[in-house]
């Protein structure tokens, strides 16, 4: 045992390692939520009863239960039923995706909503079909007002990772925990961890505050 | 040209078009008149589906456009419509709203479509505007864009609905003689409108529609000077 300055030298090589994977696995499933949220939003506003359904309880069950419990099924639960094997990456990655994605859903769904009728008029009274008038015109309109949002679920997203430690993920506070686990400098570790997470989300609400400036037209 | 058989429409259990009947012949203008409320919009929403009517024919160019296999989005490439708030797309640049339809729908090359464009612009006098955004256009302006843009498809029919009730009064002129122009043009117009003034100059016809009913049509100098029906006395009492 050294002194504070040795445990935060020892300790941030593994730290680094912890945050890239917390990085990774955020990227990732904010874009496969994106994805998500697109198809269940157009579900949601389907107006087959058929499609529209299945988009609200799967957005509904992911509201109305703790992320915990969805990585936890997800790892454990499903795969027991369903005899398949998922890795505890996969299931981290999928999990996250999900519970990401069903609050995209709302966000995009709120985003189309917000475009007045008369877009989606003009665009049919052209001779452009439904999904071209969404594409080329109402779309595109809508994403610039949902930045602010995506840029919030990403934030979230970064957060949420941290529920990965407890299916053995090798994230930031995973890591975190094995390092004062032998050390026993809890304090020094999770405020190391704790800053880690600050100045990675703190870097993102910047980014977020320029895209806003360079593409929200009011 | 239009021709509308036994149209109705309703929201649940209010009709608000019963049993409209008329015709529309190639290069006439029609003025449909009425208070706010009358379903005079309704009716020229209908002719190109933007609501669906509830029962009735509708036939544009001999196509019956309640049939499902009439391909409706071919139809409206050949109905331009001009909207009462003008519906810009506000992320676009003016010339890429005029474009946009003409070079995905019709498979024009960009270079075809901008000139197209511009010579529609200068028609409509707003040739300096075309890398401004709708935003920095007033009213009056994006109103005659708006024009410009639903004749890029070069359209047999033009539909406007209240185009000029959304503006400024020192506005409406612009856009009126826009109108007029496309109508010695022998452009085919119906017109649903408050601008008295307008239709019985520029009208072939007038249409006065109350409570979802054809109450009276005919020229603008008879149905303006000789009203038959108490109804229609009543209403142009009010607005003339």
């Known amino acids: 045992m050294g002194t504070t300055l040795d445990v935060i030298k020892d300790a941030f090589p593994y730290l680094l390692q912890g945050l890239y994977m917390t990085v990774l696995i955020s990227v990732v499933s904010i874009i496969i939520s994106l994805v998500i949220g697109l198809i269940a939003c157009f579900m949601r506003m389907s107006k087959y009863t058929i499609l529209r359904y299945p988009a609200a309880i799967y957005v509904n069950i992911i509201r109305g239960t703790p992320i915990l419990i969805q990585i936890l099924f997800i790892y454990f639960g499903a795969p027991s039923v369903l005899d398949i094997h998922l890795s505890a990456f996969t299931a981290g990655l999928i999990a996250i995706s999900l519970n990401i994605g069903a609050y995209n859903t709302e966000i995009f769904r709120g985003g189309i909503e917000s475009i007045s009728k008369g877009q989606m008029e003009a665009g049919r009274s052209l001779g452009f079909t439904y999904s071209q008038t969404m594409a080329y015109i109402v779309l595109p309109q809508a994403v610039r007002r949902m930045i602010p949002s995506f840029v919030n679920q990403l934030t979230h997203a970064i957060k949420d990772t941290s529920m990965l430690s407890v299916i053995g993920i090798a994230e930031l506070t995973m890591v975190g925990q094995s390092i004062y686990a032998m050390n026993f400098k809890s304090f020094e570790i999770l405020t190391m961890v704790a800053l880690m997470y600050f100045i990675t989300i703190y870097t993102v609400s910047l980014i977020s505050t320029r895209l806003e400036r360079r593409f929200v037209i009011s | ?240």
């Open chain 2, 1 to 240: 040209m239009i021709m509308v058989k036994n149209l109705t429409k309703s929201y649940g259990d209010i009709e608000v078009l019963k049993d409209i009947s008329t015709s529309i012949a190639p290069q006439e203008v029609v003025c449909i008149i009425g208070s706010s409320g009358s379903g005079k919009s309704t009716f020229l929403r209908c002719l190109n589906l933007l609501e669906e009517p509830t029962s009735g024919d509708i036939l544009i160019e001999e196509k019956n456009i309640i049939d499902k296999s009439t391909n409706i989005n071919k139809l409206r490439q050949q109905m331009g419509m001009v909207f009462q708030q003008f519906n810009l797309f506000p992320q676009k640049k003016v010339i890429e709203n005029i474009t946009l339809a003409p070079i995905k729908l019709k498979k024009k090359s960009k270079k075809e479509a901008e000139t197209q464009a511009l010579e529609l612009l200068e028609k409509v006098g707003l040739s300096e505007k075309a890398d401004a955004y709708p935003s920095n256009l007033s009213g009056g302006q994006q109103q005659r864009v708006a024009i410009a843009r639903a004749l890029a498809m070069e359209p047999h029919v033009m539909l406007f609905d209240e185009p000029t009730s959304a503006l400024d009064p020192e506005m409406v002129g612009e856009v009126l003689r826009v109108m007029k122009q496309l109508a010695k043009e022998g452009m085919t117009m119906v017109i649903v409108t408050h601008e008295m003034g307008f239709a019985r100059e520029v009208a072939d016809r007038v249409i006065y529609i109350d409570g979802g009913r054809i109450v009276e049509e005919g020229s603008p100098r008879e149905l303006f000077a000789n009203p038959t029906h108490e109804r229609t006395k009543a209403f142009l009492s009010k607005v003339l």
